[in-house]
């Protein structure tokens, strides 16, 4: 049988552009491998604001609309719950946060986001004397359950399979492309950090940010809300919290990473920040497909047309993929032009060179 589109790669690029093409009515085969998935491991929180320095993320607001857009729809395909909104407080250590907090929401662009009014939480197992900003219209996104029910979807209609990509099968025609034995029209590749070992897109710069949570127990610390201090703190439910993730870059694991520095690190910040009994069930880690642009990476080869990359979704892959999956999506099937800051062609050079 031959595809329309054959997906690599079933993360959030891969499923998103999978559900953006299934409702143009597009015959797509998902072929997912055995690599590690940041998407399995992300947290899934979304929201528009870099609590580090009180400012906007790169079409924050923008993105979080057309993310909304998305998730409602993948709902009513999915027939079952995408998202849960989910407060998150962003705690201040000193007066002069508080104050940069207040200054943030004098802007027009960060007000929407910003409440203007000190909160505190239910938890007395963190100590926050300068208290906390809530940052609105916040929420996670249920990844493993997305991919579940989305894969049994494809899996019934024979659209999935699980197989590694060898990049030495793929055969590129003018009018077909041939992988692993299977034929479309195009392949697009989305295939998370892994992408460096594909000879087609390697030339691309994408670095691996490689991150780190505790999963972990506590009957004591009572909160319903996320709390951002150093690192995130979310409630999952049924006294159960994430707390993370670590951001180490790709100079640092170069040399190989080392879960015993992440587990020291994650350990002293949340002790920092709550003082209560907790009991560790997991360590969790993944590694993020970083672009030092903080742009995603999309389009066609500069040579072969009918193949396509959807990558470099960084940190907020939940928030970047919806928006950049519908203007891939647009650009192959009715010639939309790509937004000029995600689309691969500004790399160019970097082809030619190698
Ligand atoms: C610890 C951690 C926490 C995070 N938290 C958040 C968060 O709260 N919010 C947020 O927005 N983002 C978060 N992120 C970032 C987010 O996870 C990424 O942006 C996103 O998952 C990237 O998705 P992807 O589809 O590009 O890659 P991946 O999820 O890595 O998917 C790539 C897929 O391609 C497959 N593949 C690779 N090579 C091949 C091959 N040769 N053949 C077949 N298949 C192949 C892999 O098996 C995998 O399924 C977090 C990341 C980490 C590591």
């Known amino acids: 049988m031959k595809y329309d589109y054959i997906v690599v790669g079933f993360g959030i690029a891969g499923m998103a552009i999978t559900f953006q093409l299934k409702r143009e009515g597009k015959k797509v085969l998902v072929i997912d491998g055995t690599q590690a998935k940041a998407s399995h491991v992300a947290a899934g929180m979304y929201n528009p604001v870099i609590l580090k320095r009180f400012s906007l993320a ?63 939480t239910t938890s007395s197992a963190i100590k926050a004397p300068f208290k906390y900003g809530e940052v609105m219209q916040t929420g996670r996104v249920l990844v493993k359950e997305i991919f579940e029910k989305f894969k049994q979807i494809l899996s019934e209609d024979n659209a999935f399979v ?22 479309a029209s195009k392949v697009i590749f989305c295939e998370g950090h892994n992408m460096s070992k594909n000879p087609f897109f390697n ?31 979310l409630p999952l439910g049924n006294d159960i919290y994430k707390f993370g993730a670590t951001y180490q870059n790709h100079i640092q694991i170069r040399d190989g990473a080392d879960p015993n520095y992440e587990k020291a690190i994650l350990k002293t910040q949340l002790e920092q920040l709550i003082d209560c009994d907790y009991e560790i069930i997991d360590f969790v880690t993944g590694v993020r497909p970083t672009v030092k642009d903080r742009r995603p990476l999309v389009g066609e080869h500069p040579e072969y047309k009918n193949l396509i990359v959807f990558n470099g979704l960084g940190t907020r892959g939940v928030t970047q993929a919806p928006d950049a999956s519908r203007r891939l999506s647009n650009y192959l099937e009715h010639g939309d032009s790509l937004h000029e800051e995600i689309d691969i062609n500004r790399f160019a050079d970097m082809f030619y060179q190698t």
Do not use: M
């Open 203 to 233: 030339y691309l710069p994408l670095g691996t940010n490689r991150g780190a949570y505790y999963v972990f127990k506590s009957s004591s610390l009572k909160l319903e809300v996320a709390v951002k201090s150093h690192y995130f703190l």
């Open 162 to 183: 699980c197989e590694d990509i060898d990049y030495n099968t793929v055969e590129v025609g003018l009018e077909e492309v041939e992988i692993n034995g299977h034929k």
């Open 58 to 120: 790169w079409r924050g607001g923008e993105l979080l609309k057309s993310a909304k857009i998305f998730y409602n729809d993948l709902a009513v395909f999915l027939q079952q719950q995408t998202t849960l909104d989910v407060p998150v407080y962003r705690k201040f250590h000193d007066v002069e946060e508080q104050n940069n907090w207040f200054s943030a929401i004098d802007k027009p662009a960060l007000s929407p986001y910003l409440s203007p009014y000190l909160k505190t």
